[in-house]
């Protein structure tokens, strides 16, 4: 079986051939091969230097589109039975593969999501004080909704780590272009009464100083990108 990993990359020159590195190294279920896309976004700092072209197949936007854009041009070039999204920050730990591409080996299996959220508790104080709180809150409140739209019961809806088989994948008929992708991924699943199941997995949140992007206006739209696609397709 072949897992296509789509890392969208916009001016990451930091961290890119770090995360690569870790993606190379990364186990994956006996069986399993790998096949990684790199999207660069129209990175205006020196990210495609950082990219060993010889060793992943590189696509280049000649504009800067956006996260959601990047993995809708990944899909159009994966030929994986699975897709599985990874951002090229340092956030999450490709050493989670296994526990995220091991229940495909059941072919029922259709969608996998690495959960930050079920052993990730708030903790205001302390040496394990929680890293960007008003983020780990804003994730709560956009599950939370997502689980009285849909009906449904999961525990981290914006992750970044999805695993879909690729024949799901294509039939979502993504639209969004920026951080909305994620919401939409999610809603049209639940949407189509898809199973996901969630994984735990451990992430390392960035701050802004460090180079986070993603901010209180791209909460507002995924509210809005939930909404909109309980009642649109």
Not at 16 to 39: C, D, H, M, T, Y
Not at 96 to 125: A, C, E, M, Q, W
């Amino acid at each position: 079986m072949k897992v296509s990993i789509i890392i969208p990359v916009f001016n990451e020159q930091k961290t890119i051939a770090q995360i690569l590195k870790r993606v190379f190294a990364a186990r994956i279920p006996s069986g399993f091969i790998k096949e990684i896309i790199v999207v660069n976004d129209a990175s205006t700092d020196r990210t495609l230097a950082f990219i060993p072209k010889s060793s992943c197949i590189l696509i280049s936007h000649p504009q800067n589109l956006g996260k959601g854009a990047a993995i809708r041009t990944g899909l159009n070039h994966a030929t994986g039975d699975v897709v599985l999204i990874q951002d090229a920050d340092l956030e999450y730990d490709p050493r989670d593969y296994l526990k995220l591409l091991t229940p495909f080996k059941n072919v029922d299996t259709r969608v996998v999501y690495g959960s930050r959220l079920i052993n990730y508790p708030l903790r205001f104080y302390g040496p394990q004080k929680t890293p960007m709180p008003v983020h780990w809150l804003a994730n709560h409140f956009l599950t939370l909704l997502t689980n009285l739209l849909f009906n449904r019961s999961v525990t981290d809806m914006e992750t970044c780590y999805k695993a879909i088989r690729r024949d799901v994948f294509l039939s979502l008929r993504l639209k969004s272009n920026r951080f909305d992708i994620e919401p939409e991924i999610t809603a049209k699943i639940l949407q189509r009464g898809i199973k996901i199941i969630e994984v735990p997995i451990k992430v390392n949140p960035r701050s802004y100083a460090q180079g986070k992007k993603i901010g209180w206006r791209d909460g507002l739209i995924a509210v809005w990108t939930l909404i909109k696609y309980k009642f649109v397709d």
